[in-house]
Each structure stands twice: as C-alpha cells, then as structure tokens.
C-alpha cells in the first residue's frame, strides 16, 4: 500500500487509495450503517433553519464535545469496529485520534459544503484522517487566501483513507459536491483529536 502524496501550496495531504480491500469495506459499511443510531441535524443558515444534507454520529473518549456550525455534539461511545479502525489507522499516523466524525451520505443529493476542520478545539495544526466506505464521490479543496492556487479534485474510492495534516486547515477549504450520478451509500469517517 504506496502513499501518494498530492502536491499543494501551504498543504500536506496523503492519500492510501486501497487502505481497506473492497470486501472487507463493504462488510464494514453494511455493519456500520446497521449499527449506529444515525441523526439528521439541523442548523441555522442566514436567518432559516435547514436539515443537514446528510446523516451523523459523533463517537470518541467519554466527555468530548465539539462544536461546528452552530451544533454541538457530544460523543458517543467507540463501536467496536471503529475502534479497530482507529488502531490501524495509527499504525500508519501516530497523530492521538480521540473522537471521530461519522458521515451517512445516503445518495448523491447529500453532501457536505464549503469548510475547514479549524475550529478552536482541534488545536493549531490539526491532523484530519478521513476514511471512505462505499460509493466513490469527488471531493474538493480550494485555497482560503490565494484563488489563484488550483482546485484539487480528488475522487474518493471505496476504501481509501486521506490524511490531511500541518497548515493545511488553515489554508484550504474542502467540500464533498452534491452529484446527479445515481449513488450507492458512502460513509466517511473523520478521525481527529479534540483537546481538553
């Protein structure tokens, strides 16, 4: 399993296209889709309230909280296989995942906008695992300050784990575009360590 490393001003991002085998990804996403009490969220856009165009759970260390557009999650329990993820994960980045963010994206009209993982409490170069399981989707970065960088499209496959570390959340923006391709399910899990 060779890293690539994706070449990007102010970024440092490395993808393992084949971190999970495809049987074994879709055993893990059928378990996990079963498993988890997912909960559609709503937050508040210019003045109106709008559901989430996704499903999610928030598990990690007893008493974590965090706290994004408005939301504030409190952590689940680890389920067992996520846990087992999580060790694995580390084998390759040692970084101390303590939580992780779960993403149900049921079809192609959910989907994930705009954003950086920069809020307070992942610290000042947070390092973002991220996970795809299932339907392979394009996903995007754009640089915050400088639009004359080049966007950088990345497609997702089942399977593949993308780590994104040092300033790389303060520089890029990433988003996960709605598409009208018919699309199975994809779940993506962000692993990342919140401090006390």
């Not at 060790?87 to 049921?106: D, G, M, Q, S, T």
């Not at 299932?134 to 593949?160: A, N, T, Y």
Request: glycine fraction near 6%.
């Amino acid at each position: 399993m060779q890293p690539e490393h994706i070449r990007a001003a102010d970024a440092e991002l490395v993808l393992y296209r084949r971190f999970i085998a495809p049987p074994d990804s879709a055993r893990l996403l059928a378990a996990l889709d079963a498993g988890i009490q997912w909960r559609q969220d709503r937050i508040r856009l210019f003045g109106r309230e709008h559901a989430i165009p996704r499903l999610q759970q928030f598990q990690g260390e007893p008493g974590l909280h965090y706290r994004y557009s408005g939301l504030l999650l409190e952590t689940k329990p680890w389920h067992p296989l996520i846990e087992q993820l999580r060790r694995r994960i580390k084998a390759l980045e040692p970084a101390p995942f303590n939580c992780v963010l779960l993403n149900l994206y049921r079809d192609g009209n959910d989907s994930m906008g705009w954003h950086s993982d920069d809020e307070p409490e992942l610290g000042p170069n947070p390092v973002i695992a991220s996970l795809s399981l299932g339907q392979p989707r394009r996903f995007v970065l754009r640089h915050r300050q400088d639009r004359q960088q080049p966007k950088i499209e990345l497609l997702l496959d089942d399977g593949s784990l993308l780590l994104m570390r040092g300033s790389t959340q303060h520089h890029w923006q990433h988003a996960l575009p709605r598409t009208r391709s018919i699309c199975r399910p994809r779940l993506n899990l962000t692993f990342r360590c919140i401090s006390d």
